[in-house]
């Protein structure tokens, strides 16, 4: 089924490549006058088609601030749905600008042709099954099937967690995450195995929500983080700062609604530095000093990004935990912009 | 003479040489190019990844695997999947297409009508639809593991699988092996020299009987007279599941269904323009002999079909071939799946689709040579 694609891959890298060295991505996207955007095939509160058939997201509303500070237009982004074992290549090649959010590896990112920006969600794989089986932690699975999918690092990490701790479990593995979900509610497995974030998503659409719970246990750290075609120094940098930007902006207190107002009044040099009101932080990423306000205003701060679609306001509902600010006990830290 | 055949020959030569000449060096520019951009790029080439522990599960191995084996182990257990299972379908298939192509042309109307939609339906649909409904039917009709449905003895069904005992060989068992060999040979024997003797008096030895009863009763007795070397690992329900015995996953099962009954529509085609395509003659001949339908059609039609049959049933067979690497759809672990999971884990694409389109092709080749064997032999050998 995705044979086809995977070929098509494989030649274009080829083709790419057969052309000589490529130009810079900024370039390349200033020219063609949008972004090209690698998200998730569908998975609610990271990337998804909404009921109008727009992408919706935190992937999505990353690529949307991107495209704002470097295109002032924060719509002019393409969306290119890719598998999980395709989002890697499609990057390395240069079929895609920046990819959606993944669990940055050592391997990823010596290895396979791509550098890894800013951690934008710390996540980490569980496991979720039917209240009925009774069981309320993961080592107690010992024997039983899960259901995963494909490509991915829980496929991995799920055989790794089974040798550590000496129990035996049958994977079974699918394609897509719809068709391993369908298999585990159709009880075929115990257990479905993937990030919590995305258990959370899944079971929010199922039928009966209240009848799956997830398992306590977190068994591996995803730092899940945006990524680029390695080698393309001023690519990196610019959506690393754009993305430290939208951070530091949550815990500066600039909003979407207030960042205009914000720069003519706040007397704080940071604040000033940032959204442009003195200092020339934007031409050091060859861009104008605009760049971050236009961001903000597009998709408003890291907070009201994860407000939208993973908190409160969304359907998923997870708590912020390890994503929430560093000055509020958790993981998310901007580094300075001076 | 010589001389100006070679000048007329000159200018398409050139030509030919050129063009070969410009494919290769774009061959190895590419070439060339590729392994530069991917080292520039620090991306990691070669097939070096082989050799790593992959860690990666694998639920249905034919052969021992656990997940501290290499990658290329993995990728190999990949590749008997493959092998397994395409070799199992287009035998069942075969079958099954056989028996749909005669009932198409058959003169009982509600058998033909019914083959007819059967083969309608199945070729119309994708076979990813089919592999979908087989599946997910098969998953709804199955019970969970504590409900197992037991047909009889140490046999388990439920939705893991169905679940048999797992044959232990204990010494002696090679005798009752040895017994059942000798039997069989002892019942070619006799049936050759009893086709003999009809084709000489007429009259023949009941020689199927004579060889059932030495099939079966020769390493019968030899198991009990050697202290029945044969033990079971039977299948106990321990925890979420059964352990032990040998099992046949509902992946494999749906996987296998779905192919045979897809292929064996296509191969019905060809059986029924086989038939069609035999001489009205060569029946009316047949039936002033006095044979009945039955051995008509197994005598005298069925062996002349083959020469129409073979040649696109080849093909059918290849497809049925590249059709089973859908199998990652609904779970079964064959080349591509196990191939892809590698992909996520080391991007090593060209490569990874470098050694599925080896393989694919060195299997396609085996069969279409066996194929072409097969059909050289059945052709009409005209003098």
């Known amino acids: 089924m995705k044979l086809i694609g995977k070929l098509f891959l494989a030649l274009a890298l080829t083709a790419m490549v057969a052309t000589g060295a490529l130009a810079g991505t900024l370039e390349k996207v200033q020219k063609s006058g949008e972004l090209v955007l690698g998200v998730s095939e569908g998975v609610a509160g990271f990337s998804a088609p909404d009921s109008n058939g727009r992408w919706a997201g935190f992937d999505a509303d990353m690529g949307r601030a991107v495209a704002a500070a470097v295109l002032k237009n924060p719509e002019a982004v393409k969306f290119v749905p890719l598998a999980s074992k395709q989002k890697i290549v499609a990057v390395s090649s240069g079929q895609v600008d920046l990819s959606r959010g993944t669990t940055w590896t050592m391997k990823r990112d010596c290895k396979q042709g791509v550098d890894f920006t800013v951690v934008l969600f710390y996540d980490g794989q569980g496991l979720m099954v039917k209240k009925s089986l009774g069981v309320d932690k993961a080592t107690d699975l010992n024997g039983a099937s899960v259901a995963v999918v494909s490509g991915t690092t829980s496929e991995l990490n799920v055989a790794d967690f089974a040798r550590a701790n000496n129990i035996k479990l049958e994977t079974v593995v699918f394609e897509s995450k719809k068709e391993a979900f369908n298999a585990y509610v159709a009880g075929r497995a115990d257990a479905f195995t993937t990030d919590v974030s995305q258990l959370a998503s899944l079971r929010a659409g199922a039928a009966d929500p209240d009848e799956h719970i997830i398992l306590p246990e977190v068994f591996s750290k995803e730092p899940l983080s945006p990524f680029v075609r390695h080698g393309d120094q001023q690519w990196k940098d610019l959506v690393t700062w754009i993305l430290f930007g939208l951070i530091e902006a949550e815990e500066k207190g600039i909003t979407q609604a207030n960042v205009l107002e914000v720069k003519a009044k706040s007397t704080d040099p940071v604040v000033q530095r940032m959204l442009g009101a003195s200092g020339d932080v934007g031409s050091f990423l060859g861009l104008d000093n605009d760049w971050l306000v236009r961001a903000i205003q597009a998709v408003g701060n890291y907070g009201e990004m994860y407000d939208r679609n993973f908190g409160p306001k969304s359907a998923l509902k997870i708590p912020r935990g390890h994503n929430n600010l560093w000055t509020k006990g958790g993981l998310i830290y901007a580094m300075p912009i001076r | ?383």
Not at chain 2, 134 to 140: E, G, I, N, V
């Open chain 2, 1 to 383: 003479m010589n001389t100006s055949k070679l000048k007329e020959q000159l200018p398409a030569l050139l030509t030919q040489t050129l063009v070969v000449g410009a494919i290769l060096y774009v061959a190895l520019q590419l070439f060339h190019n590729t392994q530069a951009n991917l080292e520039a790029r620090n991306i990691a080439s070669g097939f070096r990844f082989l050799t790593v522990e992959g860690g990666l599960p694998i639920n249905d191995s034919l052969l021992p695997y656990s997940p501290a084996d290499t990658y290329g182990r993995a990728f190999f257990i990949g590749i008997l999947n493959t092998l397994f299972v395409s070799a199992l379908s287009i035998m069942l298939a075969t079958v099954l297409g056989v028996l749909v192509g005669v009932a198409r042309v058959s003169s009982n109307w509600l058998v033909a009508k019914l083959a007819a939609v059967y083969v309608e339906v199945l070729r119309n649909i994708p076979l990813l639809l089919t592999l979908f409904f087989c599946y997910s039917t098969l998953l709804a009709f199955l019970p969970a593991p504590r409900l197992s449905v037991v047909p009889f003895g140490d046999i388990f069904i439920n939705n893991r699988g169905v679940f048999v005992p797992r044959p232990l060989f204990q010494d002696g068992f090679g005798w009752v092996l040895l017994t059942l060999g000798a039997a069989l040979a002892a019942s070619v024997f006799l049936v050759r020299k009893s086709k003999r003797m009809r084709d000489e008096t007429g009259r023949g030895l009941p020689s199927g009987w004579i060889s059932l009863g030495l099939i079966l009763g020769l390493p019968l007795a030899a198991y009990y007279i050697l202290g029945r070397p044969l033990e079971f690992d039977v299948p106990v329900l321990k925890g979420f599941n059964f352990k032990g015995g040998m099992v046949l996953r509902p992946e494999f099962t749906a996987l296998l269904i779905g192919l045979v009954l897809y292929t064996a529509a296509f191969i019905g085609e060809n059986v029924r323009s086989g038939i069609q395509s035999v001489d009205k003659g060569q029946l009316d001949a047949a039936k002033a002999l006095g044979l009945r339908p039955g051995p008509i059609m197994r005598k005298v039609i069925l062996p002349q079909t083959l020469r129409v049959c073979i040649p696109a049933t080849t093909n059918d067979y290849t497809s049925l071939v590249k059709n089973s690497s859908l199998a990652v759809a609904i779970g079964y672990p064959d080349m591509v799946s196990i191939g892809g999971t590698i992909i996520g884990q080391n991007d090593q694409a060209i490569e990874v689709i470098g050694m599925w389109m080896a393989v694919y092709l060195t299997i396609n080749l085996v069969v279409s040579l066996v194929m072409n064997w097969f059909n050289a032999k059945v052709q009409l050998v005209e003098r």
